[in-house]
């Protein structure tokens, strides 16, 4: 939401504290306590529109057109996943304090233990043995899926050609359990092969 935005990276004594309180007590009362304090702060943005032109000269990529006029301050954290591994999420307030941002993050629900995740290796194992999309995986990823309101491992599999059609092919495990969400299939084109030397 903020990559288009006319945003400058900051530190929180430049958020007002009414905008860090409200984004403490959305985090801890979304995941609870115990798993707030696991999240590290990693930066915060302001979003300032009337400094456009002079954020443009350092940040070219920002364009006005396409940006969320909403969005006034970010914060970003992370959770180690496992060793190195890290899952990062930002926040985007608008001035008011009103979130405006997609939710990054479970939503604690009682007797649910949303952040015990299965490890990498495990959920590639779980898909390697799946008989419908064969192949061993090539790619994984951690993210927050809402409709489930929870960690999925999302796994590549190798990608299939099926006559003109040629698909990137997906695994979507429940991270805590490690139980199949589902198959899913993407078609894609391909403009043009080169030739292999």
């Not at 860090?20 to 979003?47: D, T």
Request: include cysteine; hydrophobic fraction near 35%.
């Amino acid at each position: 939401m903020v990559s288009r935005c006319p945003y400058t990276e900051t530190d929180t004594t430049k958020i007002p504290t009414s905008i860090l309180e409200i984004n403490r007590k959305y985090l801890s009362e979304r995941v609870g306590a115990e798993f707030y304090s696991k999240l590290h702060y990693y930066s915060c943005q302001v979003i300032d529109f009337s400094k456009y032109r002079e954020i443009k000269k350092s940040k070219p990529w920002i364009d006005k057109k396409n940006a969320d006029k909403r969005a006034k301050y970010a914060i970003q954290y992370y959770f180690l996943v496992q060793d190195s591994m890290r899952y990062y999420l930002s926040v985007v307030y608008d001035k008011n304090g009103k979130l405006i941002s997609e939710h990054f993050l479970p939503e604690k629900q009682t007797n649910q233990s949303f952040d015990k995740i299965i490890d990498v290796c495990t959920a590639v194992k779980i898909t390697e043995a799946d008989s419908v999309f064969i192949g061993e995986a090539t790619s994984i990823s951690l993210e927050y899926m809402p409709s489930e309101n929870a960690f999925v491992w999302i796994i590549r599999k190798p990608d299939v050609d099926e006559g003109n059609n040629s698909f990137h092919r997906y695994i979507i495990l429940n991270a805590v359990t490690g139980k199949l969400v589902k198959r899913k299939t993407e078609k894609y084109i391909i403009v043009c092969r080169l030739p292999s030397f």
